[in-house]
Structure formats: structure tokens, C-alpha cells
């Protein structure tokens, strides 16, 4: 079982659509958990950080299953800005301090 | 401009040549990380450094060399590498690497291995 897995979609949307990507974690002794936005031949960058008790910002939900072990990106009306890589990462403690463990991205079109 | 900077953005090498990408951190942080993105493929942790420490070597191969001079700078000295190398190599940072922080990245080097 992977890590962190993910649906790679594409994720074909029209503009103005709520979409949203589910993630799955395989350790369960994960202590924090992430959604990065990678666009096109460019870094990942943090998008936001993923509460137990869930977390909003603007546009963005984030929420967190510990018990089942998902992580879920929920997006509200879409704009073609929103198209790039949605990356769920989960940190956990190794011998040698904090990891990011990444899953391989759900790719998102947001289409007019 | 994320505060992490990464050179050269694009290198191409011969499997015989010796390189070093560099990565400068202008955040205060005290973490430092090579990561390697393949097509298709998710990040890989290469090597992490804690208060210019080497902390994890993920089994990476001899033929590439971190070294960090001090807790801004890191270094991945590459030789002797085979095509299946190419790749993009990022470069994070963050505060330290014993607590639960998200990453900065840099723009990362785009490397082919003719």
C-alpha cells in the first residue's frame, strides 16, 4: 500500500463547479497533514494546512479523517486560476525528525 | 520569489561529467531538504539536514553527495549520474526539522543526464 495515496484524475471541471479530492495515508502515527498546489513545471506550494477539526479558507475546505485515514480538498466555485497539481502531504516523525511524505498529485482542469 | 533560491534552474550533463546544484535560504530556517520528482511519480526525500546536520539519508545513491556548509546553504554535488537521473531536484526548507511545519520550496533544477 502506498503511503499517501491519491486519484491522479484529470479532474475535468467548468468553471464555477464545487470539486473535491479525497487522499488516504497508510501511517497511522501521522501527525500532520497538508495540500500543496503545484502548477506546470513550477515548486509545490503550501495551499493549507488540514485540522481534525477541519479548516476553511475562503474557497478551500480541508478536513481530516483520522480514523479512516483520508484527507479530503474541497473546493467551491472553481476558477481556471484553480487549474494545477493538488499534492496531499503527511508529516511524520522518523529517526532523523520530520518527514513530508507527498502523494503523486490529483490534477485539476477547470474548463469555461 | 519564495526565499528559497535554486541554481542553475536547467542543467544537462554527460554520464562522465561532475556538477553541483546549489540551494540558498533567505527564511532563518534551520531545516534543510533535497527532494527528487520523477514523471508521474511522487516527491522523494533525498536527504535531510537539521541545524546543518545530516539527519536521513533515504538510500540514495553514492553517486550523488549533499553537503551543507551552514544552515542557508545546501549543495547536491552529482557524478557519474545515468539517465534515469533526470529529473527535477527541489530544494525545501523549513524551521527545524523536529517539529510539524509545512516546507518552502525553490523553483527546483530540471536535470536531463545525456
Known amino acids: 500500500r502506498k503511503e499517501v495515496e491519491q486519484d491522479p484524475g484529470p479532474f475535468n471541471v467548468p468553471e464555477g463547479a464545487t470539486v473535491a479530492f479525497n487522499c488516504t495515508y497508510s501511517?497511522?502515527?501521522?501527525?500532520?497533514f497538508f495540500w500543496y498546489r503545484q502548477d506546470c513545471r513550477k515548486e509545490p506550494k503550501l495551499l493549507m494546512s488540514v485540522y481534525s477539526s477541519g479548516n476553511e479558507d475562503g474557497r478551500f475546505t480541508a478536513q481530516l479523517n483520522r480514523a479512516s485515514q483520508y484527507i479530503s480538498l474541497l473546493i467551491r466555485d472553481s476558477k481556471l486560476s484553480d487549474s494545477a497539481t493538488y499534492l496531499c502531504v503527511v508529516n511524520g516523525l522518523t529517526g532523523g525528525g520530520n518527514k513530508l511524505t507527498f502523494g503523486t498529485g490529483t490534477q485539476l482542469k477547470v474548463e469555461l | 520569489e519564495t526565499g528559497v533560491t535554486q541554481t542553475p534552474r536547467h542543467l544537462v550533463m554527460g554520464m562522465t561529467n561532475k556538477k553541483s546544484l546549489k540551494c540558498e535560504q533567505h527564511?532563518?530556517?534551520?531545516?534543510m531538504y533535497w527532494y527528487k520528482q520523477s514523471a508521474k511519480k511522487p516527491l522523494e526525500l533525498m536527504f535531510v539536514y537539521n541545524f546543518k546536520e545530516q539527519t536521513e539519508n533515504n538510500s540514495v545513491p553514492s553517486r550523488f553527495s549533499p553537503e551543507c556548509p551552514n544552515s542557508s546553504h545546501l549543495f547536491l554535488h552529482l557524478h557519474t549520474l545515468q539517465p534515469e537521473d533526470s529529473a527535477l531536484y527541489l530544494c525545501?526548507?523549513?524551521?527545524?526539522?523536529?517539529?510539524?511545519?509545512?516546507?518552502?520550496f525553490g523553483s527546483g533544477t530540471r536535470l536531463t543526464v545525456v
Open positions: 527564511l532563518g530556517h534551520n531545516a
Open positions: 501511517n497511522s502515527a501521522s501527525q500532520s
Open positions: 525545501a526548507s523549513s524551521q527545524d526539522a523536529g517539529q510539524n511545519y509545512g516546507y518552502t
